[in-house]
């Protein structure tokens, strides 16, 4: 369960009163399904909760992307428009809470060249692909008490 993962802000320095629930906001013809976190160009991207990378990926709409599930391999945590990934991060990886990922940054289709971190949750299906589940809202979830 997502509440029981105490998800901690997966960008160094961010508070809750810095997020805005973008979940639902259109984009384009489709939903968002994530969050976007401003913050400074390089501003180090951290682990939102346990787990093992298990995809990274270079895509146009994402730019440099961390695909990582969860202890359960229940939820993946998505992480994308990197600017670069932490020195030694490679698929297979395991993760704790609060581990550095990479680095904020304006890859794929980071909207104005606005460096940020758009940050999603979804629900795996049975087979544990890395690209397909149910989109989860992480705004709800995230708290900044768990460094």
């Not at 787990?51 to 939820?75: I, W």
């Not at 994308?80 to 940054?105: F, I, N, P, Q, T």
Request: with cysteine; proline share 6%; net charge negative.
């Amino acid at each position: 369960m997502l509440t029981a993962a105490r998800l901690t802000i997966p960008v160094e320095g961010v508070s809750c009163v810095d997020l805005r629930d973008s979940f639902n906001e259109c984009r384009g013809m489709h939903r968002h399904e994530g969050i976007d976190i401003a913050a400074p160009f390089g501003t180090p991207v951290i682990a939102a909760g346990a787990g093992q990378v298990v995809k990274l990926f270079d895509s146009v709409p994402g730019g440099l992307t961390v695909y990582q599930f969860d202890p359960d391999e229940t939820f993946a945590y998505y992480y994308a428009h990197l600017d670069a990934y932490a020195s030694g991060l490679r698929e297979g990886v395991k993760l704790e809470r609060g581990d550095l990922l990479g680095y904020v940054g304006t890859t794929g289709n980071a909207a104005g060249g606005m460096p940020h971190l758009h940050f999603a949750i979804f629900r795996l299906e049975p087979d544990r692909e890395w690209w397909k589940g149910e989109a989860i809202n992480p705004y709800p979830f995230l708290d900044d008490a768990n460094r």
